[in-house]
């Protein structure tokens, strides 16, 4: 099949090729999948750059997320599922198989029923984004009647996390830095949507609440005083992300607001809580409240040019258009 893989960490130029290898083979309690889209996440490029290495085990195809078709099916799995439209998580995780290939072998949980009103495009674009703004938004109790501020709610998290904190009823405030983010984040639903940059955004946020009761936070060393201007004791700020070196905490200040700040890494959540996750987002897709973020399209063989647009901030997902 044909497949990018890379054999050592570098620049996406310098490592990434387009080859044949064999087409994997689905063991016991996998699936085979014919990969219609591969999405590419920030941690994709960061692992492939060293930047957060991982171990590679003679060769890696990239990519966590996609979808496509089960096309085969291992011991112990259900023959019902060939030809079922899927979305793959987490797919090249401690596994070659990422999903920048013709074809991935995944476990069968990681391979989760599309339904048919969602595009594969769609599809692809869940996995990580989605399963980290559950876990952010939902790991402290439910959020019916709540608030929540998302950070970044253009960002692929920030995106989904806005989209299914509305879905279970809680009120939105998003933060954006451009007009055209802004769009992004009121067409997923926030309710109220400040440009962080501007002066004053604090206080727009605080004329509509007071406090909010969740922060998904894309970036806790610029936006803590942001955070704590709007806690309360009852406030949790998961923090998924950090760009910078590690920030110093004012702890006193922290302890003053009686805060709860959350930490969360995808690779290390319980996995009765990823799969906790994988069935909200999967009712979430099943009641239409999930939508695409504007998508741009690269053939397999760009796959270095996709990760880089990634690298530089693109707004929207970036795919890998496969099968
Ligand atoms: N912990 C985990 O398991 C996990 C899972 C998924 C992603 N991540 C990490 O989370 C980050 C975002 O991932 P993504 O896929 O959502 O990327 P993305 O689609 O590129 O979105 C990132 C968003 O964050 C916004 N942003 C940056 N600094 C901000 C700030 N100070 N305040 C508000 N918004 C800010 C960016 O817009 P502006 O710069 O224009 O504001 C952008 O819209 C990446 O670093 C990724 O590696 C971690």
Redesign the pocket.
Known sequence: MRAVIYEREGPASEVLRVTEIPRPEPGPGEVRVRVSFSAV???DW?SRSGATARRIDQFQVPHHDGSGVIDAVGEGVDEGRIGQRVWLWMAAAGRPWGTAAQWSVVPEWQAVPLPDRCSLELGASLG??AL?AH?CLFADGDLEGRTVLV?????????FAIELARHRGARVVA????PE?ADLARRAGADLVVN??EEGALERIRAFTDTVDRVVE??LA??LTMDLGLASPETVVSV????TPDPVLPVRACMAANVTLRF????G?PPAELHRGVLEVGRALEAGALTE?PVHRFPLDQCAAAQDA?QA?????VLLEIG
Not at 151 to 159: C, L, W
Not at 175 to 178: F, L, M
Not at 240 to 243: F, G
Not at 264 to 267: C, E, M, N, P, S
């Open positions: 996440n920030p941690t960061k990580v984004p980290t876990r950070a970044g709610g253009a960002g692929a998290v920030g995106h933060t954006v830095s451009t983010k962080y940059r894309v970036n610029a936006n998924y992300a950090i760009d969360v890494l995808l690779y959540v973020l990634v901030g693109a707004v929207g997902k």
